[in-house]
């Protein structure tokens, strides 16, 4: 299914979310394609290797390293233009 509305570019959701599991490249850093979410329009990336966080518990001490989560919007503007740094992940839209 595409998203089109005036002035944007249509997007596979569908093509997309056969990708999750591919491997990518995100600003020099590998990551693996974990989810496409079609509401919000987004492709969430987690980091493959030593980039970690701290995740704190309820009281607000830091409990566990976690993978680093990166969410990547596919439009941006207005006019909902494709984000160009999907282009740099090769993804199939």
Do not use: W
Not at 33 to 60: I, P, Y
């Amino acid at each position: 299914m595409s998203d089109l509305t005036e002035g944007s570019q249509p997007v596979d959701f569908e093509r997309l979310r056969k990708q999750v599991g591919s491997r990518v490249i995100y600003k020099r850093v590998k990551c693996k394609v974990v989810e496409v979410l079609e509401d919000d329009a987004t492709v969430v990336l987690e980091a493959c290797h030593k980039f970690s966080e701290l995740q704190s518990g309820q009281t607000g001490d830091s409990m566990r390293h976690v993978p680093k989560i990166i969410t990547i919007p596919i439009y941006i503007g207005s006019a909902r233009r494709l984000n160009p740094a999907l282009a740099d992940l090769g993804l199939e839209l």
